[in-house]
């Protein structure tokens, strides 16, 4: 039994040490992708077992990845849709860099992920559907970035819920139709033309600021967006 017992913590050691490996695997993949003119990324070292010593990744006690913060580090380049494989993620902050290109659909693998912050990048292409799959996120905060399309059905559905608490896309090249719950919602400066709204008080789209209103409805060509703010 005694033999038993310590060939099972042999395999879950050896598990959870795949598991770490991959991860930075993952994160050094990345780091590749990246330039780095700052060298924020210079304690990213392959050769350790897990990345959990590196500088802007914090893990949980069974070394995973929980956290990666690299908020305002002047990086340049994509991101890369393995990062959908860092199962135990819960705040991606990328936010005020120069990371460009799609946003993977892998992200919406990231079930655990509380706070997806890509805001004030150059990211463009549509916001993906698979991101309403991430039903424990609080925040999301894309705007400043160069998204068009419209927000998908998925993703408002996290809105309509209550789960998500803000939702950001202002500042981008969006359409379509959002309805607020319990959430915040901003869409300033996007492709939508103002027609008619309820009752607006103390609004400020340039501060980004504002106090209530009822309903705003915004149409861009055909299409209409009624947002309940």
Known sequence: MASRILACLVIAVAIATVDCNLEG???NSWKTQLFDPNNVLQSWDPSLVNPCTWFHVTCNSNNSVTRVDLGKAGLSGPLIPELGLL???QYLEVFSNNISGPIPTELGNLTKLVSLDLYLNELSGPIPASLGNLGSLLFMRLHGNKLTGTIP???????TTGRLRILNV?????SGTVHRNNSTVFLFTNQLSFVSSGRIENYDSH????GSCNVNVLRMGNAVAILML
């Open 25 to 27: 695997d993952v994160l």
């Open 87 to 89: 199962a135990n993620l």
């Open 153 to 159: 059905t998925s993703v408002i559905n996290l809105v």
């Open 170 to 174: 202002s500042y981008n090249l969006l």
């Open 207 to 210: 501060t980004r600021s504002k």
